[in-house]
């Protein structure tokens, strides 16, 4: 069994002039220099370019379209994810459901952490997701990024002003790491 951990951090959002995947990009170099031992990839929906999901058969049937099956390889590779999700009218973006939605299994027996921005740093949009990890069986951790006031939190290169951002990547990652660790363990 490989030791290195792999997360994937997860953009939200997928719309013109998005700030999730300038969050994403801060979040994914405060992690590489916070925990160097584990690997770090984004994994953005607006590359993948999922259609609104209407397949055939729900993702618990395990019966997967082509589609389904290149997303259910990236979700399957990772041992946990960081959420990076704005707040779109007190829940998740649309674009991150939808995401969510493609497949079932591979998401469980892993662990989540979040990155909220919003006005009010996407605190309901974060328990939102909690639900959903929930429904897939990913355990979540307690310490939570949020960046308030989005729209003058960032500097001109994409980070996070202080003030405004709340929690600690490098907590937030020893936490993250510690679930991922004793699950992949437990997965075998």
Not at 154 to 180: C, H, I, M, S
């Amino acid at each position: 069994m490989n030791d290195t951990l792999k997360i994937l951090v997860i953009v939200g959002t997928v719309r013109e002039g998005r700030v999730g995947r300038k969050i994403a990009d801060w979040y994914l170099q405060q992690a590489r220099e916070a925990a160097p031992e584990a690997e770090f990839e984004i994994l953005d929906p607006l590359e993948l370019n999922l259609p609104l999901f209407n397949e055939p058969e729900p993702p618990l049937s395990g019966h997967y379209s082509p589609i389904q099956k290149t997303v259910a390889k990236r979700i399957a590779s990772a041992d946990a994810y960081v959420f990076v999700t704005g707040e779109y009218n007190h829940s998740i973006p649309g674009s991150l459901k939808n995401l969510l939605d493609y497949v079932a299994a591979e998401w469980g027996r892993k662990a989540a952490a979040f990155v909220g921005y919003s006005g009010t740093g996407a605190i309901r949009s974060i328990e939102h997701l909690i639900q959903i990890c929930n429904a897939f069986g990913v355990a979540t951790t307690k310490g939570h990024i949020t960046i308030n006031a989005v729209w003058e939190a960032l500097d001109e290169t994409g980070t996070p002003k202080d003030g405004y951002r709340f929690g600690n990547v490098k907590d937030q990652l020893t936490d993250l790491l510690w679930w991922a660790r004793a699950l992949k363990t437990a997965r075998g």
